[in-house]
């Protein structure tokens, strides 16, 4: 059972495509981006043609958002991420009331760092926070960890940065071969795991989210207080694979996602 009508569907899909492509799309490119069929995809075309919404380039083909909805002068916000969040907030809700502990999603963001997009702090007396506006680095941290490991080997060394790194608590790992060393076991693993190295007290739990093009897109990530971390290790790497492995699949029933590493 689904709360998708799929007309409906069909046409915010084609909305979100046409209005994140700056050059607008072609008939072809949306009926292979939305694994749609090209007359009923022509007609929806149309219909937001004649509707105002979009136009068609004489010359190149592509259609446009029309500009009045670009500019967000009628309230349209052409955001990447609010399919993503509006998947993963109720996983993210779910895990954290079952487990006691705050739950964020990160996402690439400026060079060497990612960005938490969206977060569900634990309704506990004794909890982890986070500022949602800090930037995360990815050398230190189970989301940034998780996101490069899931990117193509070679780049690793590129997305973390040439270092030196700064030890930002006592147990941060500067040493850049070891944090690759690190990198690569995440990368078998499935998950990362880490102690301490960003905030004293924290231990953030990691697995990456990836799209229908095996893209990482983001990362679901526990964020615990480390005194009772070890008691329940076992059950949140499981919590949270199990969450990101959720998320995964959802978007690998849709399009893929423009969401490009910085």
């Not at 109720?90 to 960005?115: D, K, N, Y």
């Not at 480390?226 to 949270?240: I, P």
Request: aromatic share 6%; hydrophobic share 45%.
């Amino acid at each position: 059972m689904t709360d998708n009508v799929l007309s409906a569907a069909r046409v915010l899909d084609l909305l979100e495509l046409i209005a994140v492509a700056d050059d607008g799309v072609l008939l072809r490119e949306a009926t292979t981006r939305l694994k749609a069929p090209k007359s009923s995809t022509l007609m929806l075309l149309r219909t937001l043609v004649n509707r105002g919404y979009v136009y068609r380039d004489p010359l190149s083909d592509r259609y446009l958002l029309a500009a009045a909805y670009r500019s967000g002068g009628f309230g349209w916000t052409a955001d990447p991420y609010a399919r993503l969040v509006a998947a993963a907030r109720p996983i993210m809700e779910a895990l954290s009331l079952e487990m006691g502990e705050t739950m964020t999603f990160g996402v690439w963001a400026t060079p060497g760092h990612a960005r938490n997009l969206v977060k569900v702090v634990a309704n506990v007396d004794v909890r982890y926070d986070t500022d949602i506006n800090r930037p995360i680095p990815l050398f230190c941290t189970a989301i940034g960890r998780v996101l490069v490991s899931r990117s193509p080997t070679a780049a690793w060394g590129d997305l973390i940065g040439p270092g030196p790194f700064p030890a930002l608590t006592r147990h941060t790992v500067t040493d850049r071969a070891e944090i690759l060393k690190i990198v690569g076991r995440a990368r078998e693993d499935g998950h990362a795991i880490v102690m301490e190295e960003f905030a004293l007290g924290g231990t953030g739990v990691a697995a990456p989210v990836v799209d229908a093009s095996g893209h990482p897109v983001g990362a679901l990530n526990m964020g615990c207080v480390t005194a009772r971390f070890e008691d329940k290790r076992e059950q949140v790497v499981a919590a949270v694979m199990a969450g990101a492995a959720n998320l995964t699949e959802h978007l690998r029933s849709r399009a893929p996602l423009d969401l490009a590493i910085a």
